[in-house]
């Protein structure tokens, strides 16, 4: 095979995956996609835990969710959040019963730190998707749940590319936080892209995106 072939073959693949990417994107953000078929059975969900108040906003969402439709549970939470670690495990055994037990923690390196720049983070973040690609490809997670923490952005990222790649379809869930009531949340800014249902607690907020689903708040 010549060079001039294989520049050829290379630009071709290039552009059908850029292509294919814009595609799914374009069904994501226009909210044209297949109806899902009801479940007859639980839905195995990835719960993206942040820290501080998006750990207490999750967990309240969690609260009034019968869990047996949701298991296995995998809570991804950074690996230096052990606040966040405690806050889970006493809510899990809080709402224990013989049918609900099925969880798991997962911990992954830090996407950004609080007050990280975002030329560090860039790094950081890239270290975290790595991490935890082999995590999205073994587990094949349903359903992401995730509320704003950059926390999500890489098992978000992987199941986003493994959709791309028709490998696995993961529906993705993003609440935006509680206290985002006039701009969106960094991570929500990048999930508008991504996620199958981007919701918002507070009117102003569906006012700048149309598709947007306001249902009130929620926490």
Not at 40 to 66: D, F, W, Y
Not at 182 to 191: Q, V
Request: with cysteine.
């Amino acid at each position: 095979m010549d060079s001039q072939l294989k520049i050829e073959l290379v630009l071709l693949s290039f552009i059908l995956v850029i292509a294919r990417i814009t595609y799914v994107i374009h069904k994501i953000t226009t909210g044209f996609s297949k109806v899902a078929p009801k479940r007859t059975k639980p839905c195995r969900t990835a719960i993206c835990i942040g820290s501080g108040g998006h750990t207490t906003e999750m967990l309240r969402l969690l609260q009034n969710v019968n869990l047996q439709n949701y298991s296995p549970r995998y809570y991804i939470i950074a690996q230096s959040d052990v606040t966040s670690l405690r806050k889970v495990q006493s809510f899990e055994e809080s709402k224990h019963s013989k049918l609900n037990q099925e969880y798991f923690i997962i911990s992954i390196p830090r996407s950004r730190s609080v007050g990280q720049s975002y030329f560090t983070s860039v790094l950081t973040t890239i270290a975290s998707i790595l991490y935890s690609v082999p995590i999205v490809v073994r587990l094949r997670f349903d359903l992401i749940l995730c509320n704003g923490p950059g926390t999500c952005i890489p098992i978000c990222l992987i199941s986003f590319l493994l959709r791309c790649a028709f490998i696995r379809e993961s529906k993705i869930v993003f609440i935006e936080s509680l206290c985002r009531t006039e701009t969106f949340s960094l991570t929500g800014k990048i999930l508008i892209y991504m996620a199958d249902n981007f919701i918002v607690q507070w009117p102003s907020l569906k006012a700048k995106l149309k598709r947007a689903e306001y249902i009130g708040q929620l926490m």
